[in-house]
C-alpha cells in the first residue's frame, strides 16, 4: 500500500484546514487556530499522505521538536481503505527523513494498546513512562464552584500583560526541558474565542500555577499548579467560562488521583487511555504539579 501514496509537507491554511478535517474522523481535532498555531511553530513536521494517483489527501503525520535530541511523534491518520498492517511502519523512515529526524533521537510517543504491542513491546529499550487518562462529561457550575484556591491565593483570569510574563516564567519551570516561551506567549492569550486562561497568585504576586482552556474543542491543555487545591481551582476556573451542560474535555496523568476525583465529582467518564512511551531514556516531569497535558512540546 505504502507504493501507493505520496508525501509533502503542509503548505499553507487550506492545507491545514484539511489536516483538521481528517482530525475529527479519529477525534484528534484541536480547532484551526490551534492546529495553524503548531504548523507555524513547527512547518517541517506537518505531513500530508497523498494517493498517489488522485493526488487526494488521505492522512496525515504532525510531530515536533521539543528539542533538537527529542522528537514527539504527535497524531497520524490514514484513511481506512489506505491501511494496511505495516503501512505505518513502511512509512516511517521517510517521515523521519523528511524531517530530519536524528538517528540518535529520544523519541516520544503517546501509545494506545495497539501501538504498544505493535512497537514498543518489541523494543525492549524503550520506556514506559506515564499513563495518560483522558475524561470528558458535562459542566456544572454548581460542582465546579466548590473547587476554591487556599485563602492566600487568587485564581482568575489573565488580564494584562504582566500577568502573562509571570505565567510564562513559571511554565519554565514546568517545561525545564526545552525553550516554549515564543509558543507559550501565543497559546496562552486570554481571548475568549481561541482560549481562555486562568493564573492563580500568591498574596505577593508570585504565579503559582495556570490553565489554558481551548475553546475549539473545550479541552484544558495544559494545567500547571503548586498544589492539588491550586490546581483544581485553575482547572474550575477556566471550566466555568462554558455555558452549563457543555461538554469539555481534559488528559492528565493517571498518577494524579486529585483529577481523577475531580472528573468523579462532575460525572465525567473515560474517553481514552495512551501511555507516554520514550525510545531512549525516560524524561523525569513534575507530575504532581501537572493538572492536565499539553501534547505540543510535549508535558
Not at 503542509?10 to 491545514?16: L, T, W, Y
Request: negative net charge; proline residues 4%.
Amino acid at each position: 500500500m505504502s507504493g501507493k501514496i505520496a508525501l509533502r509537507f503542509a503548505a499553507n491554511d487550506e492545507d491545514i484546514l484539511v489536516m483538521e478535517e481528517l482530525a475529527k474522523n479519529a477525534h484528534f481535532d484541536l480547532g484551526f487556530h490551534d492546529r495553524r498555531l503548531h504548523w507555524q511553530y513547527s512547518p517541517k513536521t506537518h505531513i500530508l499522505i497523498l494517493d498517489k494517483t488522485s493526488s487526494e489527501v488521505i492522512g496525515y503525520f504532525t510531530g515536533n521538536f521539543v528539542r533538537k535530541d527529542i522528537f514527539l511523534r504527535a497524531h497520524t491518520y490514514i484513511k481506512k481503505e489506505y491501511r494496511s498492517k505495516h503501512t505505518l511502519f513502511d512509512i516511517l523512515p521517510t517521515w523521519d527523513a523528511m524531517m530530519g529526524v536524528p538517528a540518535d533521537a529520544n523519541l516520544i510517543y503517546n501509545c494506545n494498546g495497539i501501538t504498544l504491542r505493535a512497537l514498543v513491546r518489541p523494543n525492549p529499550g524503550y520506556v514506559i513512562s506515564e499513563k495518560m487518562l483522558s475524561y470528558e462529561g458535562n459542566i456544572n457550575h454548581s460542582i465546579l464552584r466548590r473547587f476554591e484556591p487556599p485563602p492566600d491565593v487568587t485564581v482568575r483570569l489573565i488580564q494584562h500583560a504582566h500577568d502573562l510574563e509571570l505565567l510564562l516564567a513559571y511554565d519554565k519551570t514546568i517545561h525545564y526541558i526545552a525553550d516554549r516561551e515564543s509558543f507559550m506567549r501565543q497559546w496562552c492569550s486570554n481571548d475568549g474565542v481561541n482560549a481562555t486562561t486562568a493564573i492563580a497568585l500568591s498574596s505577593t504576586g508570585i504565579c503559582l500555577g495556570f490553565a489554558s482552556l481551548r475553546r475549539a474543542v473545550n479541552l484544558i491543555e495544559p494545567a500547571y499548579g503548586e498544589s492539588d487545591a491550586i490546581g483544581l481551582a485553575l482547572l474550575s476556573a477556566v471550566l466555568l467560562s462554558l455555558r452549563e451542560d457543555e461538554v469539555a474535555q481534559i488528559t492528565f496523568p493517571g498518577s494524579h488521583g486529585t483529577v481523577l476525583a475531580f472528573c468523579a465529582a462532575l460525572g465525567w467518564t473515560s474517553c481514552m487511555t495512551e501511555h507516554r512511551v520514550y525510545s531512549l531514556e525516560n524524561i523525569h516531569l513534575p507530575w504532581t504539579k501537572v493538572f492536565a497535558v499539553q501534547d505540543f512540546f510535549a508535558v
